[in-house]
């Protein structure tokens, strides 16, 4: 969730997301634009990603964005809840499939139509 946000305070796209999810990180990004006001190192984190959204930058970012949930745990389970909603909300359209993985994960298989054999292991 994080990245995502991270992503699109940067001014980069959410490109494969569904509209729930764009309005959901537009929402987070406006909420934690507001806590990184007058935070010099966070205002700092987020005008390099903008400037530069490389990987790194993105990974900045959004490392400001967990300390700032941390910090504040109620705001935290905010930001959560709004980003669950969104993903309880998405939806595919024209043939399109929708993955959710919430939390970490060894490995993970995402597939639409198998036609045919499949073998895994």
């Known amino acids: 969730m994080t990245v995502a946000v ?4 940067a001014g980069k796209a959410v490109e494969v ?5 764009r309005a959901a990180v537009a929402e987070l990004s406006r909420r934690v634009r507001e806590r990184f006001r ?6 700092e984190a987020l005008a390099r990603a903008v400037g530069d959204p490389a990987p790194d930058q993105i ?3 959004a490392g400001a964005v967990e300390r700032l949930m941390a910090e504040d745990p109620g705001f935290g389970v905010e930001l959560r809840n709004l ?3 969104a993903q309880t ?9 929708v993955n959710v993985l919430n939390g970490r994960a060894g490995r993970v298989i995402q597939l639409r139509d198998v036609h045919g054999d499949l073998n895994i292991g």
């Open 89 to 97: 909300n998405a939806a595919a359209t024209n043939d399109g499939v």
């Open 59 to 61: 990974a900045g970012l």
């Open 6 to 9: 991270a992503t699109a305070m």
């Open 17 to 21: 997301a569904g509209e729930p999810v």
């Open 83 to 85: 980003w669950n909603q």
């Open 38 to 43: 007058g935070r010099p190192a966070d205002e």
